[in-house]
């Protein structure tokens, strides 16, 4: 699996961290070994940029993924596909602020975002209450499992 990581907001992040978290939730999702993922943070000025551009709305957000293949994680008796997932961009800025309102710190609030946004990439959506708790559901599985086999050592 390709997975890259470039760090371009100015904050210090582990990136080989958020690597192998990428990396363990899509073989968690059952995401072809050969699928391409691109992981960029940014600073708040170009997630400004970004968010304006996208999505027509002003100021930074904490996360967005730009989907490339549909790909979907595969039934149960299904193989997975191989292709590109596309990228997500993440503001650590952001997140450090979303972080001191959760209350939790901020490696968890990346590897929340992190989660959320490859949902997005892989066709999850969060607009109807119903796709709100699948969504949240499998993000919250994903998370305890990441942090149950990394030892909450992010």
């Not at 960029?40 to 400004?48: G, I, R, S």
């Not at 972080?99 to 490696?107: K, L, T």
Request: proline residues 5%.
């Amino acid at each position: 699996m390709s997975i890259e990581v470039v760090n371009e907001s100015g904050v210090e992040v582990d990136v080989d961290t958020l690597g192998a978290q990428a990396r363990y939730m899509l073989d968690r999702l059952r995401i072809h070994p050969l699928a391409e993922l691109s992981v960029l943070l940014v600073d708040e000025v170009a997630m400004t940029e970004l968010h304006v551009r996208f999505m027509d709305e002003p100021g930074p957000t904490d996360v967005l993924s730009f989907e490339m293949d549909e790909l979907r994680p595969p039934k149960d008796d299904e193989e997975p596909e191989e292709g590109l997932l596309g990228d997500i961009v993440i503001c650590p800025q952001v997140a450090a602020a979303q972080a001191i309102e959760a209350a939790h710190g901020f490696d968890d609030e990346m590897a929340l975002l992190l989660t959320h946004g490859i949902l997005h990439l892989l066709g999850y959506d969060h607009a109807e209450p119903e796709e709100h708790a699948d969504m949240f559901g499998l993000q919250a599985r994903l998370l305890s499992s990441w942090v149950g086999q990394s030892g909450g050592a992010r």
